[in-house]
Structure formats: C-alpha cells, structure tokens
T-cell receptor
C-alpha cells in the first residue's frame, strides 16, 4: 500500500464510450502525474499537475482529458479511444519542489479498448 | 536529464546478492541517481536514490563510482519476491516537476 489508490483497477470500453479513471493520494503531496505503460514499452509521462495546475502535457491526444480538482484527486477522462490506447495507466504523486523527492505510484488501471 | 544504460535482463539465485549495474556517463553534477522497480502488473516502487555518496536503506544499497558515471544497486539477499524490472533513472535537482524518464530497465529473475 503506497498511499495512492486508483479506480477502477480494470476497465473494458468500446471506442464510442466515455469513461473516467480516478486517482487519490493520502500522502499530503502537492503534485500528481499520469503515466501510460503499453505492452513492452517504457512508461510514458502523460500529464503533470502541481497545486491543481497542469504543468506538463507530453503531446497527448485530446481524447485524453485530465482534471485535478484538488491536490488529493486526479482524474483522466477518456472518450472515443482507439484500440492502441489499451495499456496500464498509472497515477503517481510527489512533492513539487526542487531537490531529491521520490514519486509514489498507484497500482494502475488496466484499460482495454475494444 | 542524463540518459542511462542497463542490461536487459539478469538472473540471481535466491539468497544471493543481486548486483544491478547502470551506466550514466553523461551525468551532470546536479543530477541524482534514482532506482525504482516494477513487479509484474503493479505500479513502480521507489527503492533508493543518491547524489555522490553510497547510500543504504532497508531495501538496498546504492554504490556510485567516484566519477559518478556508473552505479550499482545491490539487493543483499535476493528473494523470489524481488523478481521485477529495475529502473535506473537520473534526474536533476532543479527538475521541479520531479519528472522521471523511464527506460527499459533490467528484468531481474530470482531463481530458487
């Protein structure tokens, strides 16, 4: 248990569906992240939020829409996804400041797009 | 942030020390070396980090060469539960977003 929870753990959705992934951290951190991990590929950073403001968006398609209503919660809204979007989606949190600080990851949501 | 190079895979006998190397020959003076691991289908787990000195915690030891161009993560008594992909990451201390760039890592297989 890392203090970062993600729901749902598994999700199957069609290409025309709209769904949301939820992440919650109980560590008092002020930065949250979304990563994507496709089969046999390294983790890819998607979005970074600090103090509820987006500070990084790594050229992610608009069919992925993040939302950070407060420093403890992070959502990833999904719509009109493609089969190649099937992957493990990981949320992480940390302190947002310079120096050496580790990130804590949630267990991930395994997404399958049919 | 500096690029790292790790072997693709390694085997280790249960109960023996696992020594995982990482090359970061272009590391800058303000860059930390981090190690994370990812057990199958789980989120990555922080292990340890260091700047110049060797570091030890309850999980592992980190040995950084004097020129800082390479490091070794040591799991002193590997167990079957240490089977995972181990990532060596270099990150500057002025990287306020604490953004991590993951490579392919080393797949460690601990065998009975």
């Amino acid at each position: 248990e890392t203090g970062v929870t993600q729901t749902p753990r598994h999700l199957v959705m069609g290409m025309t569906n709209k769904k949301s992934l939820k992440c919650e951290q109980h560590l008092g951190h002020n930065a949250m992240y979304w990563y994507k991990q496709s089969a046999k590929k390294p983790l890819e950073l998607m979005f970074v939020y600090s103090l509820e403001e987006r500070v990084e968006n790594n050229s992610v398609p608009s069919r992925f829409s993040p939302e950070c209503p407060n420093s403890s919660h992070l959502f990833l809204h999904l719509h009109t996804l493609q089969p190649e979007d099937s992957a493990l989606y990981l949320c992480a949190s940390s302190l947002y400041q310079t120096g050496a600080y580790e990130q804590y990851f949630g267990p991930g949501t395994r997404l399958t797009v049919t | 942030d500096a690029k790292t190079t790790q072997p693709t895979s390694m085997d280790c006998a249960e109960g023996r020390a696992a020594n995982l190397p990482c090359n970061h020959s272009t590391i800058s003076g303000n860059e930390y070396v981090y190690w994370y691991r990812q057990i199958h289908s789980q989120g990555p787990q922080y292990i340890i980090h260091g700047l110049k000195n060797n570091e030890t915690n309850e999980m592992a030891s980190l040995i950084i060469t004097e020129d800082r161009k390479s490091s070794t993560l040591i799991l002193p008594h590997a167990t079957l539960r240490d089977t995972a992909v181990y990532y060596c990451i270099v990150r500057a201390d002025n990287n306020a977003g604490n953004m991590l760039t993951f490579g392919g890592g080393t797949r460690l297989m601990v065998k009975p």
